[in-house]
């Protein structure tokens, strides 16, 4: 009878040990499924914070098909419109970065927004994601302006009464209408009877600007200005 019991406490200590055996290996076996979890999960919160960033950053075709307009969402020029054409013309690296994509011809930088432009071959997907890339990146390093700084502003040049007139109705009227299509017109020049303007940003090499030049701005200053007579661009 004592061999029965001691056979019987041998077996019954034997299955504890296998249960906690069991216990143990099914708790690795979970700890680990938490683990690859947990590396999923962070994986895919990364994924997502870098689409939320990206969708910061919204592009908006214009009347252009070479000119792409990209909007941040934060400042971009605190001093004013500037145009770069090439690296020669800054020394920031940003803009370096960017003009230096294959076929980008041109940088337009207005308060919020900027504008590349293109040459006719290169598509656009090839470019959009890398200034995508270049403005996440510096935003993200904590930066607030691209431009940020303010220039004395020149008032030596000396107008006279029309041409003030037409500078603002440029200013108030037709600038703002120009840069919601990511580009920008400026005064020039009154002579005989002509205005002459700077077109700018998407505005510059547009198939469709002489005719918003001839049928809206050259309209409009008539109309307001009896002494303009043509509207020119340069």
């Known amino acids: 009878a004592a061999g029965i019991r001691d056979a019987q406490e041998s077996r019954g200590l034997g299955d504890v040990y296998k249960r906690q055996k069991q216990g143990r290996r099914n708790r690795r076996k979970k700890n680990k499924r938490n683990e690859e979890n947990n590396r999923f999960l962070n994986s895919l919160n990364l994924r997502i914070y870098g689409y939320i960033r990206n969708m910061f950053i919204q592009t908006q075709e214009t009347p252009n098909p070479n000119s792409l307009k990209f909007l941040p969402g934060k400042r971009v020029s605190n001093d004013g419109p500037y145009e770069f054409l090439n690296v020669n013309q800054t020394e920031i690296p940003l803009l370096k970065n960017i003009l230096s994509i294959n076929g980008v011809t041109g940088i337009f930088l207005s308060e919020d927004f900027l504008s590349i432009n293109k040459i006719q071959d290169e598509k656009w997907e090839n470019i959009k994601h890398i200034v995508i890339s270049h403005l996440n990146e510096f935003y993200d390093e904590g930066n607030e302006f691209i431009i940020n700084k ?26 703002p209408a120009v840069a919601r299509d990511g580009g920008d017109i400026t005064f020039k020049e009154f ?30 200053l008539c109309h307001y200005i009896p002494e303009v007579k043509e509207v020119l661009a340069v």
Do not use: A, H, W
């Open 150 to 175: 303010k220039s004395e502003l020149d008032d030596s040049n000396d107008y006279g009464e029309i041409e003030n007139k037409i500078i603002k109705i440029l200013e108030t009227k037709i600038r």
């Open 191 to 220: 002579k005989d009877g002509k205005v002459t303007v700077m077109l700018k940003g998407s505005c510059s090499g547009c198939p469709s600007s002489t005719l918003t030049l001839k049928q809206g701005v050259q309209n409009l």
